[in-house]
């Protein structure tokens, strides 16, 4: 078993909705993950990190976490065609084995 | 600050010759170093990561190999390429101290063996 996993979209959202990415896992240890945003043909870029239940919000960014679940989500509010990307999932641990991605379309 | 460099940008090789890809880190000592593969449309795969000079962990086996020979220098080779080998391969560096420390990558190679 994958020790992340996502639905790899494409998750197509029109400009100014919400876009809601979510993210298994399989290891009870892992404590915090981490989330990249990856446009296409570029390296991935850090754009959020949770470590405890709940919410946490940046800007138009809010990432949660249920360890009970077992999974993490991302929430883009007001999405912009700037945020069209692949967004990944990985727990922070020093392996950081990713998930294979969200592909997010924004319609403008 | 920190940065990372990683050559070259992009690469054409035929398959059966040999591949060698250099990543250097600036500003930062004894970090955690890293290299993945990214195959067309999927996921980033872990090839390889270091905690130290000399010290190398396979994650994959394959006809990769990953040498380490200064602390903030991580090359990856391989003797004969494979056609399977085509992909974008990123290196990374993150912290070595401290709990939660993100990967920051380099720019990326892509190679395509021919």
């Known amino acids: 078993q994958k020790e992340v996993e996502q639905n790899s979209g494409p998750l197509s959202v029109p400009e100014g909705a919400i876009a809601s990415l979510n993210c298994t896992y399989s290891?009870?240890?892992?404590?915090?993950f981490f989330w990249y945003r990856q446009y296409s043909g570029k390296s991935p870029e850090l754009i959020m990190f949770?470590?405890?239940?709940g919410d946490k919000e940046d800007g138009r960014f809010t990432a949660q976490l249920n360890k009970a679940s077992q999974y993490v989500s991302l929430l883009i509010r007001d999405s912009q065609p700037s945020d069209s990307a692949t967004y990944l999932c990985?727990?922070?641990?020093?392996?950081?084995?990713f998930g294979a991605g969200t592909t997010v379309t924004v319609r403008a | 600050s920190q940065t990372i460099h990683q050559w070259p940008a992009t690469l054409v090789q035929p398959v059966g010759s040999p591949l060698s890809l250099e990543c250097t880190v600036e500003?930062?000592?004894?970090?955690?170093l890293y290299w993945y593969r990214q195959a067309a449309g999927r996921g980033l795969q872990l090839l390889f990561y270091?905690?130290?000079?000399?010290?190398i962990s396979s994650e994959v086996p394959q006809n990769l190999s990953a040498s380490r020979p200064q602390d903030r220098q991580f090359i990856l080779s391989s003797k004969k390429l494979l056609l399977s080998d085509s992909g974008f391969y990123l290196c990374?560096?993150?912290?070595?101290?401290?709990?939660?420390?993100?990967?920051?990558f380099g720019n990326g190679t892509r190679l395509t063996v021919t």
């Open positions: 990374a560096w993150s912290e070595s101290q401290g709990l939660f420390s993100p990967l920051h």
């Open positions: 290891d009870r240890g892992s404590q915090s």
């Open positions: 949770i470590y405890s239940n």
């Open positions: 990985a727990p922070a641990d020093y392996k950081l084995s």
């Open positions: 500003g930062t000592s004894n970090p955690n």
């Open positions: 270091s905690v130290g000079i000399g010290q």
